[in-house]
């Protein structure tokens, strides 16, 4: 049976979630969550939830997943272990280093990957369940043909989002509120950037980025059919009542098997849309997908009143029971209840008495137990055995049911019990032997001019298509000494994979010997074309952990988080060599969504302009695949903190050019390697010195 997994952002939304279908639902502990925003529960708070989630057999799934510093791996560890313990049925998780040590300190905790992770492809998925995660949960961009075909040849289940607010980036590849005023997405405190209003060269769209809300309440049929293990509701952020309409529409759909009813239709509307709903990247149709929250979206609060009555007044969750009750002479009357899962559970009372007039029966004995009104329980079979001439007061044959039901519920509340080891320890440091290795990173074949390569970088990095095309243009820097690396998109989904594998083993027979990889599903595809693996931003190796995790990958490489301060650069564990971004336009986000099509009269390959209330400008470009990329608006400018970048340690310092023009590229290149005093204008230090809430 599929699962309907709903969002709890607080102990009512819990309860809303519960009695209104959901046969799990996923809550947040502390600060490492990616809905930091959300009420969130306390310790006491989260066993009262397990509890009250277990006696129901409604499962709970915590969210683990943000980013983690070194510093932060032993908490969080220990946060992993505590819901454990109260009986927490899994972990979703993101960061490849926490996976390890949770893996490593709570060997039977099931662990899902969460969507922070940006499994987009099979391959994806399959590291994912290398690493020992028993559940991936897909990106929100892929189509019903990727998802069944993911679902389909996977070694463990998927997840899919069925319902609620879809992001404009890909989710893990978004850095644009941690940019714009340090709350990181990837630590659970994204401002929400997409909703904002800007200007978009060529539209006259005053909301470019902002999506329509999700809902596939009508496909459901095909969901299941394509072996999808559990749909996911979105939403911790919202309000109970909201929890309780979408579980309660969607849990009648799948229980039912048919299509929602025009009134529930209208319901989930009400809830909560943004001029209406879309399913653009289910379908694979991604036109049409904006949509704002407006006044005429706004929910009538009577149908909150209506909901919350619901759920708040009685108990709608009802477990099936066996009931056997046995009164014999002189013997104490005893109660045997049981649940299909093998809870069991066995009571005594008092002795019965001689009866003076008409004694226990049978069918009494069974009409009084029957009476679990009010409870979590529903009594499918009630069986009862009585000798005769036996009396019992009805307030000790009440007190043995209400005996009866307490012992049940702590049967079924009783949480697994689950090994514990030890947390790794950080792994040893690898010392980068000289200076740091300079690299350069271009987008476009005008930037690969000679002027650049007679500045004798150590390493070039360019588009594997760039490198496929006009190789010719990279000679030069490899003539000069430079090892040539090539960058893979971030988002290649598996009907991308055959042309860009092809293009691999173009460049290898070319020469081109390594690849700079940013996703996890790339890395299969990266090494059976023959080329050795280094690691981009998009694996997010926020702390010692996950350096280490690429270092056993086999990776050469990996590039420390730009979303960390130098500072903890420089502390953190490093067993592989690491490099940092020290100069250019960072990527902000990447999207499905093709915006240069949506700049009236511009080709794909022109770069458009994205303005916000404030002025700034965000250079958009396109991707592979009609993707758009977005750069910050200022340029990253490091060149004046030589000190700093060599005392953290690190074995690379990457140069990436984006929109600059093939001379600026050069003068910013000389500027840095002390040829020159140029400065580009427009600058900031990123988030190196300022960090990231």
Same mark, same amino acid.
């Given at each position: ?15 809303? !979630? &519960?009695? $209104?279908g ?6 947040? /502990? ?15 708070? *989260?066993?009262k ?33 505590? !819901? ?9 998780? +993101? ?41 991936? &949960? ?22 899919v ?18 940019m ?8 659970? /405190? ?5 909703? /904002?209003?800007y ?19 009508? @496909? ?8 999808v ?41 009400q809830a ?16 049409? /997908? ?28 009802? &477990? ?12 104490p ?41 009010g ?64 690299? *350069?990173q ?24 760039l ?12 003539? !000069? ?13 598996? $009907? ?8 691999? +083993? @173009? ?8 690849a ?26 926020f ?9 056993e990958?086999? *990776? ?55 303005a ?77 010195y300022?960090?990231?809430?």
């Open positions: 049976m599929i699962e309907l997994l709903s969002p709890a952002g607080s102990p009512e939304a819990v309860i809303a !979630a &519960v009695q $209104n959901a046969d799990a639902v996923y809550l947040g /502990m502390g600060n490492f969550n990616a809905r930091r925003g959300a009420k969130n529960f306390s310790d006491e708070e *989260f066993e939830a397990v509890r009250y989630c277990r006696i129901r057999g409604c499962k709970v799934y915590v969210t683990l997943n943000t980013l983690v510093n070194d510093r932060e791996v032993e908490s969080a560890v220990h946060a992993a272990g505590l !819901a454990s313990d109260l009986g927490a049925d899994g972990i979703i998780i +993101q960061d490849l280093g926490l996976i390890k040590a949770v893996r490593k300190a709570l060997p039977d905790l099931p662990l899902h990957a969460s969507t922070q992770m940006s499994l987009h492809n099979l391959a994806g998925v399959q590291a994912a369940a290398d690493m020992g995660l028993t559940r991936a &949960v897909l990106a929100r961009e892929l189509s019903l043909e990727q998802i069944r075909y993911i679902t389909k040849h996977a070694s463990i289940e998927t997840e989002f069925v319902h609620g607010a879809l992001c404009f980036c890909h989710s893990g590849q978004c850095y644009m509120s941690a714009i005023g340090r709350r990181s997405g990837n630590r659970g /405190m994204c401002a929400q950037p997409c909703r /904002m209003q200007r978009l060269t060529g539209s006259n769209e005053e909301h470019p980025l902002s999506l329509k809300d999700n809902c596939l309440v009508d @496909r459901l049929d095909e969901l299941e059919e394509a072996g293990a559990c749909l996911k509701i979105e939403g911790r952020m919202k309000r109970p009542e909201y929890t309780a309409i979408v579980t309660g529409v969607y849990a009648k759909a799948l229980k039912e098997h048919r299509k929602p009813t025009k009134e529930e239709m209208q319901l989930l509307e909560f849309s943004r001029q209406g709903f879309t399913q653009g990247y289910f379908n694979g149709d991604k036109q049409d /997908m904006l949509g704002t929250r407006t006044e005429q979206d706004r929910a009538d609060e009577a149908i909150f009143t209506t909901a919350r009555k619901a759920y708040a007044d009685g108990e709608l969750r009802r &477990v099936p029971v066996h009931f056997y009750t046995v009164a014999e002479k002189g013997m009357i005893r109660a045997i209840a049981f649940d299909d899962e093998g809870h069991k559970a066995v009571t005594y009372g008092a002795v019965p008495d001689r009866a003076k007039r008409q004694g226990l029966s049978n069918a009494y004995l069974t009409e009084q137990m029957f009476k679990t009104g409870t979590p329980y529903n009594v499918v079979e009630n069986r009862a055995k009585t000798d005769p001439g036996l009396f019992l007061p009805a307030a000790e044959i009440n007190r043995l049911r209400r005996e009866l039901v307490s012992q049940i519920s702590e049967e079924r509340a009783k949480p697994p019990l689950r090994a514990h080891g030890a947390i790794p320890a950080l792994p040893q440091n690898r010392v980068p032997l000289g200076d740091p290795k300079i690299i *350069f271009v987008r476009t074949a005008e930037q690969l001019t000679p002027e650049l390569a007679a500045l004798k970088p150590d390493y070039l990095y360019a588009p594997a298509a490198m496929a095309e006009h190789y010719e243009l990279v000679l030069p820097f490899v003539n !000069a000494g430079a090892v040539p690396v090539a960058v893979l998109p971030r988002v290649v989904t598996d $009907n991308e994979l055959r042309p860009l594998f092809e293009t691999l +083993q @173009r460049i290898f027979d070319l020469g081109v010997n390594e700079l990889v940013g996703n996890l599903g790339q890395i299969m595809m990266t090494r059976t074309a023959g080329l050795k693996l280094r690691g981009d931003f998009g694996l997010n190796a702390n010692g952990h996950t350096m280490d995790v690429l270092r990958a086999g *990776f050469l490489s990996a590039t420390a988080s730009f979303e960390l301060r130098l500072s903890q650069i420089r502390d953190m564990a490093k067993p592989i060599d690491t490099e940092a971004i020290i100069y250019g336009r960072l990527p902000v986000m990447v999207s499905d969504q093709n915006l240069l099509k949506n700049a009236a009269g511009r080709g794909s390959a022109l770069p458009a302009e994205l916000d209330r404030m002025g700034s400008v965000f250079p958009v470009v396109s991707e592979p695949g009609e993707r758009t990329v977005i750069y910050n608006a200022h340029k990253l400018y490091l060149a004046d903190k030589k000190d700093d970048l060599y005392a953290a340690g690190l074995w690379g310092l990457r140069l990436v050019f984006s929109t600059e023009s093939a001379r600026e590229c050069v003068e910013v290149a000389k500027g840095h390697l002390g040829y020159s005093d140029y400065r580009p204008n427009v600058l900031t230090r990123g988030l190196y300022r960090g990231v809430e």
